[in-house]
Nanobody, 128 residues
Framework: QVSLVESGGGSVQTGGSLRLSCVAS????????MAWFRQTPGKEREGVAL????????FYADSVKGRFTISRDHANRTVDLQMNSLQSEDTAMYYC?????????????????????WGQGTQVTVSS
């Protein structure tokens, strides 16, 4: 059964750090490019970071470049998002997502938040 389970959300002060983690079921992890998205009430879901199946290629939204790092661990079937220098505008529900389509197609899907499998989300709140 397809499963994506996020953890690591919470509250942090401006300038602080959080690390989100997502465990994927074995039937999707090894076939899927993985990504993190976020959404705030009243706004569309936006792509934050994307990583290829093998972990060699990554892509970031301009708003998080240099602050966030996506990585994956094949031994544990996890995809992590290290978030540093957090700002109030990073406050959102963060979602892990997976999609087996090839990388060249997926970058467009990332922009459109059009991924095939989604987790339930974990809340991140950044306050001053």
């Amino acid at each position: 059964q397809v499963s994506l389970v996020e953890s690591g959300g919470g509250s942090v002060q401006t300038g602080g750090s959080l690390r989100l983690s997502c465990v994927a079921s074995v039937d999707i992890y090894f076939q899927s490019n993985m990504a993190w998205f976020r959404q705030t009430p009243g706004k569309e879901r936006e792509g934050v970071a994307l990583i290829s199946i093998g972990g060699r290629d990554t892509f970031y939204a301009d708003s998080v470049k240099g602050r966030f790092t996506i990585s994956r661990d094949h031994a544990n079937r996890t995809v992590d998002l290290q978030m540093n220098s957090l700002q109030s505008e990073d406050t959102a529900m963060y979602y892990c997502a997976a999609d087996p389509r090839r990388w060249t197609i997926l970058q467009d899907a990332f922009v459109k938040a059009d991924f095939q499998h989604w987790g339930q989300g974990t809340q991140v709140t950044v306050s001053s």
